[in-house]
C-alpha cells in the first residue's frame, strides 16, 4: 500500500464535494488502490473458514477504513487544507445490517480476521432497510424503514456472475452476491459476501428487513426462507468451487472448508450441505453426515430458550419441505446412536432434535458439529452443565470457551482519538494490533494519569452533550456522572430495574430523604423489536419517567434521563467514550457475554453490574474494588425464585415506584403497556428477578454516585479498568478460533 498515492488521490478529486459525493469518492480511491488484495482474497486457495450470520453491524464504515488503513489522521489535514471538515461525513448513516451484540460481534471478528490474515469469510444478507429506523412519538417507539442505501455502498461490489438460484417451498429468489471490503490494520482485507434476493415480490421481501414480524405463519416462513437463503447461497458457492478443483470425491472437503455458524440462525446450512450432496452429488446419506460433522462448527449466543430457534414442524416443511425430510432423518439416526451409547429415553428427548411438533435448531447443531463453543466462561459453563448436558457427558472434547472481543481500532482508536493517542503517548501504539499491551499503563498509574483521564473524559462528555441537545432536543450536564445503559431492549437485560431505580431516587430526593446525591444522567439507547409487547412497553414507562423527572425544577438539576433515538453503531461511539459508569445488570446466569461492556471499561467507565457473561471475566482482571458489583449470582438464582415478588416491597420508595404502573402516576395512553409490566413482576412471579436484585441494586448505584466525589479516586479505578482490558480484543478472539477451531494454517498474504 501506498499512502502517498492514496492521498494524492484524494487531493486531486475531495474539492467542491457535499458529504455523499466525498464518501464516495474517498471509498473509490480506497477501492481501486486495493484491487489486488481484494483479488488475492477472492481467489485464495487456502483453507477457509466461512462465518455464517444473519447480522454484521458494521457501522458507519469510512471513517474505520481510513483509520485501519493508517492515514485517518493525513485526510483529516488534506481535507481541512481544502476547506472540508472531516465530520461532515457524521451524514452518511449507518448500514442497517445488524441489531446488537451479534452482528456488532461479526464486524469486529472480520475486522481482527482482516488484520490478522486469517482467511475468514462472512456471508449474510444484504438487507434493503435491515432492522428499522427507530423514532419516539410521545414516547412510544415507532418502527420506519431504514433505506440506508440511499447514500450508496461503494465499499460493495455487485457481482452477478456469482448468482446462484435458491428454491424453496412454493418459489425462487436469485441470490446476486454483494462483496463488501474489509479493511484491516495495515492494509490487509478479507471479504463479507452479502446475498440479495432478487425476483417477484415474494423473493425481493427474503431480504428487505432483518428479523421480520414473526408473530405470523406468513412472517415465521419468511424467517425460515431468510436463514435458509443465505445459507444455501453460502453452501452452494462452496460445494461448487470444490467440485470444480476435486470433482465429487468430497473427503478433501473438512480441509478446505469449515462454517462457522454464529447462533441458530445459519444452522438450516448443515440440512442444505446434506441435501446436497446426496440429492446433487450422489453421496450416501451416512457419508454425506459423516463429511458435514467434520466441517461445521456452532457459537452459541445465548441459554435464553426463546432464542434458542424452534420451528413447528407443518410450518418448517411448508417452508423448506426436503430440508425438513432431512431434519427428521436426522432425529432418527441420532435415537439409534444414543441408544447404542446407553442413554435413557428420557436423555434422548432432552437432545432430540424433533421433539413433537417442533424441530429444535441448537439441538440439530450441536448434534452435528464437531465444535459449539460458548461466548464467556461462565456461559460455556452453563451451556456445558445444564442446556446441553447430555452431549456434554458424551462428547465433552465437543465444547470450548471462547470468550468475545472487540477490536480496539474501532472502539479506542476510532471512538476515542484523545485516549487512544494519551495512551499510545505512554506505551506506543502497539496497542493497536496487541491490545495486552495496555497492562503496560499500569506503571503509570499516578494522580498525573488520573487528572489527565478526567480531562480526556470531561471533554468527551462535552462532545456527547452537544450531540444529545442537536439530535434529542435535551440539555444535560457535562459536569454530571453519565451513567450509560446501551444494548438490545430484552427483559433479562432489566433495563426495567434500571428504570425502577431511577423512580426511587427521584422520590427519595423528592423527599429529601436523600441528600448526598452527585447530579447525574442517565443514558439509555435500545431498540425493542417491533412485536415484543413487553419491551416497547418498558421503552414508553422510561420516557414517562424522563419526562416527569426532566420538567421539575426541584430535582432536574440532579437528575436528568435520556432515551437516545436510533441508538447504533456511531451513537454508540459517542456513548462509550463518554459514559462514567456502564451498567451490566443483567440476571446472573442470563447474558451469555456483553461485548458492550469491553467497550466501556476499555474506554474508562467502571462497571455497575452483577456477576455475569464476560463481565465477570473483566472483574476478574481489572479487580472487584475497581468497579461495582451487586445481586445474586448464578447459583443463588433457583433459590431466589421462591421468594414471593411482594416479599421485596418493604421499601416505601420501591413499593411506591412499582405502584405507579398501575395507580395512574403514568400514562401508557390506555394501551395497557404499564399493567403488562406490573403482571410480570407480581402476578406472573418476576422471571428476571428485578425486584429480588433491586435494593441491592440501589445500594451499589448510590456507593459509585457517593465516590464519584472523589475525582481522583474514581478515575483510578476507571484507569485501572483500561489497563486491564488487553484480554478483550476480538484479534484474541479469532485468534482462539483459528487455533482451537478452524485450524486454517495459512494466512492470506503471508504464504
Excluded at 111 to 129: C, E, K, V
Excluded at 484 to 504: C, D, F, G, P, W
Aim: proline letters at 3%; aromatic letters at 12%.
Amino acid at each position: 500500500m501506498d499512502k502517498n498515492e492514496i492521498l494524492q488521490k484524494i487531493r486531486s478529486t475531495c474539492k467542491g464535494k457535499d458529504a455523499v459525493a466525498l464518501y464516495q469518492e474517498l471509498a473509490g480511491v480506497i477501492q481501486d488502490t486495493f484491487t489486488e488484495e481484494r483479488t488475492a482474497a477472492e481467489k485464495y486457495e487456502g483453507k477457509r473458514a466461512i462465518y455464517l450470520s444473519c447480522e454484521f453491524l458494521v457501522g458507519r464504515t469510512i471513517l474505520n477504513n481510513l483509520l485501519n488503513l493508517g492515514i485517518l489522521d493525513e485526510v483529516r489535514t488534506l481535507l481541512a487544507e481544502n476547506g472540508i471538515d472531516i465530520n461532515m461525513l457524521e451524514e452518511i448513516e449507518d448500514c442497517a445490517l445488524g441489531n446488537g451484540g451479534l452482528g456488532r460481534l461479526a464486524a469486529c471478528y472480520l475486522d481482527s480476521a482482516a488484520t490478522l490474515g486469517i482467511p475468514l469469510y462472512g456471508n449474510g444478507i444484504r438487507y434493503r432497510y435491515g432492522l428499522f429506523k427507530q423514532e419516539f412519538v410521545d414516547g412510544f417507539q415507532k418502527e420506519l424503514p431504514d433505506d440506508w442505501q440511499r447514500f450508496g455502498d461503494p465499499f460493495s461490489v455487485r457481482r452477478e456472475d456469482k448468482a446462484r438460484k435458491i428454491v424453496f417451498g412454493g418459489g425462487e429468489a436469485l441470490a446476486v452476491p454483494y462483496d463488501m471490503t474489509i479493511f484491516g490494520y495495515g492494509g490487509k482485507v478479507c471479504l463479507l459476501r452479502l446475498w440479495q434476493a432478487e425476483g417477484n415480490h415474494e423473493a425481493q421481501k427474503i431480504s428487505e428487513y432483518l428479523y421480520p414480524d414473526d408473530s405470523t405463519d406468513e412472517g415465521r416462513i419468511l424467517r425460515l426462507r431468510q436463514e435458509y437463503f443465505f445459507s444455501a447461497a453460502a453452501i452452494g458457492e462452496a460445494v461448487d468451487c470444490y467440485t470444480a478443483r476435486y470433482g465429487n470425491n468430497f473427503k478433501r472437503f473438512p480441509d478446505c472448508y469449515v462454517f462457522q455458524l454464529n447462533d441458530t440462525h445459519p444452522v438450516a446450512a448443515i440440512l442444505e450441505f446434506i441435501r446436497l450432496l446426496t440429492e446433487e452429488y450422489d453421496q450416501s446419506f451416512s457419508a454425506a453426515c459423516a463429511i458435514a460433522r467434520k466441517c461445521f462448527a456452532y457459537t452459541n449466543h445465548t441459554v435464553m430458550p426463546e432464542a434458542l430457534e424452534r420451528w413447528y414442524v407443518p410450518l418448517f416443511y411448508k417452508a423448506l419441505p426436503a430440508l425438513g425430510a432431512i431434519a427428521d432423518k436426522l432425529d432418527r439416526v441420532l435415537q439409534r446412536e444414543y441408544r447404542k451409547k446407553g442413554l435413557t429415553t428420557e436423555e434422548i428427548d432432552k437432545v432430540r432434535i424433533r421433539q413433537g411438533n417442533m424441530f429444535h435448531m441448537a439441538n440439530l447443531a450441536v448434534y452435528m458439529c464437531f465444535s459449539v463453543n460458548g461466548v464467556a466462561k461462565i456461559h460455556t459453563d452453563i451451556i456445558k452443565n445444564k442446556l446441553f448436558d447430555v452431549t456434554n457427558r458424551l462428547c465433552p472434547q465437543k465444547f470450548v470457551n471462547i470468550t468475545n472481543g472487540i477490536t480496539q481500532r474501532r472502539w479506542l482508536g476510532l471512538a476515542n482519538p484523545d485516549l487512544a493517542a494519551w495512551i499510545t503517548e505512554k506505551i506506543g501504539d502497539g496497542w493497536r494490533t496487541d491490545l495486552d499491551r495496555l497492562s503496560a499503563l499500569r506503571e503509570y498509574a499516578s494522580p498525573e494519569a488520573y487528572r489527565r483521564l478526567n480531562e480526556i473524559k470531561a471533554a468527551n462528555k462535552k462532545k456527547l452533550a452537544a450531540f444529545i441537545l442537536a439530535k434529542e432536543g435535551v440539555a444535560v450536564d457535562p459536569e454530571s456522572i453519565f451513567d450509560v445503559q446501551i444494548k438490545r431492549l430484552h427483559e433479562y437485560k432489566r433495563q426495567l430495574m434500571n428504570a425502577l431505580s431511577i423512580l426511587t431516587i427521584y422520590y427519595r430526593l423528592k423527599d429529601k430523604s436523600l441528600m448526598d446525591f452527585t447530579p447525574t444522567t442517565f443514558l439509555f439507547g435500545a431498540k425493542a423489536a417491533g412485536s415484543y409487547f413487553r419491551a416497547k412497553a418498558i421503552i414508553k414507562f422510561i420516557h414517562e419517567i424522563a419526562a416527569r423527572i426532566n420538567a421539575d425544577p426541584e430535582v432536574n438539576h440532579l437528575i436528568r434521563v435520556v432515551f437516545v433515538t436510533d441508538y447504533n453503531v456511531s451513537y454508540a461511539e459517542k456513548l462509550v467514550a463518554a459514559a462514567d459508569i456502564s451498567e451490566q445488570i443483567s440476571l446472573a446466569g442470563t447474558e451469555a457475554s456483553g461485548t458492550g461492556n469491553m467497550k466501556l471499561a476499555l474506554n474508562g467507565a467502571v462497571t455497575l453490574g452483577t456477576m455475569d457473561g464476560a463481565t465477570i471475566e473483566i472483574i476478574e482482571r481489572a479487580g472487584q474494588e475497581n468497579n461495582y458489583i451487586f445481586g445474586l449470582k448464578a447459583s443463588d438464582v433457583d433459590k431466589a425464585r421462591g421468594i414471593p415478588p411482594v416479599a421485596h416491597l418493604a421499601d416505601p420508595y420501591i413499593a411506591r415506584a412499582i405502584a405507579s404502573l398501575w395507580d395512574g402516576s403514568f400514562s401508557d395512553g390506555g394501551t395497557g403497556y404499564f399493567k403488562n409490566i406490573y403482571d410480570a413482576l407480581i402476578s406472573e412471579g418476576d422471571r428476571y428477578l428485578v425486584l429480588s436484585d433491586l435494593e441491592d441494586y440501589i445500594r451499589a448505584k448510590l456507593l459509585s454516585n457517593r465516590e464519584y466525589k472523589d475525582r481522583e479516586s474514581f478515575a483510578r479505578k476507571a484507569f485501572m479498568n483500561i489497563a486491564s482490558a488487553g484480554y478483550f480484543s476480538s484479534d484474541r478472539s479469532v485468534k482462539e478460533y483459528d487455533e482451537r477451531i478452524w485450524h486454517t494454517k495459512s494466512y492470506i498474504g503471508q504464504n
